[in-house]
């Protein structure tokens, strides 16, 4: 089980399985990286990418192939996994390979799913969907809650307004803590702009080092991020993926800030 109550939460890797060398050479990179740092590493990647707005769009390898990459990930890398699912039915299949289940932003209401996620007893990582307001993750947790799972993640990954473009409300990671579970940000998918190329989603990758370190200011328990060694050839969000060779220096960095305002909140307490 993930130690993710004591340590900072580093979840990190590719947006999509592009193929089993890079995503297995991504992987090696990140956890020598959290090996010098206090941090819970768990290493991401989705098998199958089924919101993507264009049919033309690259979904990833699929399931059967995707899981068996990930399993090799987990056997060679040894470290945690997380990836996506989007119904019932691929929970079943999943639950042996991943470690955390995640339920993606656009399907964070769907009862069944969740439910199904929640009753594997894994942990359970909530994106909190885009139009939905931060006290109301709260029902999504009572979902996951009923069947007796209290591993659960919460994620910050941007509110929409509509017109191609997500806003951070860090008001939302104070609702949320509020709630008793871990907090994560989404620093990469919060900085996207959907679909705002033509059926392909820009971003911002510039303000994903400042937005982190303000995260890291208001106390949030976690940090979320897709990475890749070339962003700009990513064959899903090439726009706000991280480069790997700046990954360490975003942790360090994060980690001083989460340290300061630690020591704040213990001197304000005395």
């Known amino acids: 089980m993930v130690n993710y109550k004591e340590k900072f939460i580093f979840i990190a890797g590719p947006c999509i399985i592009e193929d089993k060398d890079l995503t297995l050479d991504i992987a090696f990179y990140l956890k020598d990286v959290a090996s010098r740092y206090p941090v819970s590493f768990i290493f991401k990647a989705s098998f199958d990418k089924a919101n993507r707005t264009a049919i033309k769009s690259f979904r990833g390898p699929g399931v059967t192939q995707g899981l068996s990459i990930l399993k090799e990930v987990k056997e060679k890398v040894g470290v945690p996994i997380l990836s996506d699912v989007h119904w019932p039915d ?42 939905l307001a931060p006290q109301d993750v709260r029902y999504i947790v009572e979902k996951v809650e009923s069947v007796g799972n209290k591993n659960i993640l919460l994620t910050e990954r941007g509110a929409s307004f509509g017109y191609n473009n997500l806003v951070v409300d860090f008001r939302s990671f104070l609702i949320m803590k509020k709630l008793g579970y871990p907090v994560i940000y989404d620093a990469t998918h919060s900085l996207q702009r959907p679909s705002a190329q033509e059926g392909v989603s820009g971003g911002d990758r510039e303000f994903v080092f400042p937005l982190s370190l303000s995260a890291a200011a208001c106390g949030v328990d976690g940090l979320f ?6 962003p700009q050839k990513a064959l899903s969000d090439k726009h706000t993926s991280y480069p790997l060779e700046k990954v360490e220096d975003l942790i360090k960095k994060v980690l001083e800030v989460r340290n300061v305002t630690k020591q704040g909140e213990l001197n304000s307490q005395r």
């Open 90 to 131: 691929q929970v079943r299949v999943c639950k042996d390979v991943l470690d955390v289940i995640q339920i993606p932003a656009f399907l964070c209401r769907q009862t069944d799913l969740v439910l199904e996620a929640a009753k594997t007893h894994k942990i359970i990582n909530i994106k909190k969907g885009q139009l």
């Open 225 to 230: 991020m897709e990475v890749h060694p070339r």
